[in-house]
């Protein structure tokens, strides 16, 4: 994911902004990272380049 | 969700294009692009997102026309592939993929020039909700198409191990009417059915598709194909 996608994301439960924590860049992608919600403070991870934007009631049946 | 376990398998998403899309099976593929280039295109500079984008078919083909695009899939196996595909065509700068929930979307209203979906809506358990949420975060378009009820499709529908819903024209009605959409441009194709293209090889394909395309030319035949391609707007 780009940084600029910051610009639209928005957490899925209730549309709040994202904060932004990056663990591991690749020029200009993020890698790995988590964005976190200013709102309800739900976390979503970036794993292999892809933000994980399901929320959390769909994330524990669905393998990663 | 009728897709979530059967598309989450790595072996799933990675035979799911040869395995639909070669042989017969390129002449649904073409006929598909086909029908979200005529409904969206030109997408140059447009924002556009793609529900269940899967392999990312539709999502790198509107990059490299020139959109900025946004892919959202729940299955991570599929997304990959769509990412490999994206590199390979050279898009990846103006082109995300994420995964997320079709009826809970990470995008705030009115930002999206184009919401888009193929071969989702057969997938979908509360269609209503799903489209609501399309129409929330487009600002004009919004391109899907279905199954149809009354079709050649019902015949092996019952088959498929993802499963699968069959709309009639009422109920796509219907559906736009409560997600406050307008209608605004409808095509429907393939009296013989996605599954029996697949089934054959490439030159023969042709052949019976060149017959299927002149039969619904006929008054009435419309009716009994199998796929629609729904257009509609933002009201």
New interface residues.
């Given amino acids: 994911m780009k940084e600029s996608m910051m610009d639209i994301l928005c957490c899925p439960m209730d549309k709040a902004d994202l904060e932004l924590e990056v663990d591991h860049e690749d020029e200009d992608e993020i890698v790995s990272g988590t964005l976190t919600c200013t709102e309800c403070g739900e976390a979503y991870p970036i794993e292999e380049g892809v933000p994980n934007m399901l929320p959390p009631d769909m994330r524990d049946d669905v393998p990663a | 969700m009728k897709g979530?376990e059967w598309y989450?398998t790595a072996e799933v998403a990675e035979e799911y294009e040869e395995k639909r899309f070669s042989g017969g099976g390129r002449l649904i593929d073409r006929r598909e692009k086909r029908a979200v280039l005529e409904a969206i295109g030109p997408v140059d500079g447009k924002d556009v997102l793609e529900i269940a984008c899967g392999t990312g078919r539709f999502t790198v083909m509107l990059a490299e026309r020139g959109a900025d695009i946004?892919g959202?899939d729940?299955s991570?196996e599929m997304?990959?592939q769509g990412?490999k595909k994206a590199q390979a065509a050279g898009v990846a700068?103006h082109l995300?993929?994420?995964?997320?929930?079709a009826a809970?979307?990470?995008?705030?209203d009115d930002?999206f020039d184009a919401v888009m979906a193929m071969r989702f809506f057969h997938l979908a358990d509360t269609p209503a909700s799903f489209l609501a949420e399309m129409q929330r975060v487009s600002k004009d378009l919004v391109f899907f198409d279905t199954f149809n009820r009354f079709s050649t499709r019902s015949i092996y529908n019952w088959a498929l191990p993802m499963g699968s819903r069959l709309y009639s024209r009422g109920e796509v009605e219907s559906l736009l009417d409560s997600a406050g959409l307008r209608l605004a441009q409808d095509d429907h194709d393939f009296v013989l059915p996605y599954g029996f293209y697949r089934q054959i090889p490439g030159s023969v394909a042709r052949t019976f598709r060149s017959a299927d395309t002149s039969l619904l030319g006929a008054p009435g035949v419309e009716r009994l194909a199998s796929v629609s391609y729904w257009k509609s707007k933002v009201e």
């Fill in positions: 979530q989450q946004v959202l729940i991570a997304l990959q990412r700068d995300e993929f994420m995964r997320g929930d809970r979307l990470p995008f705030p930002h």
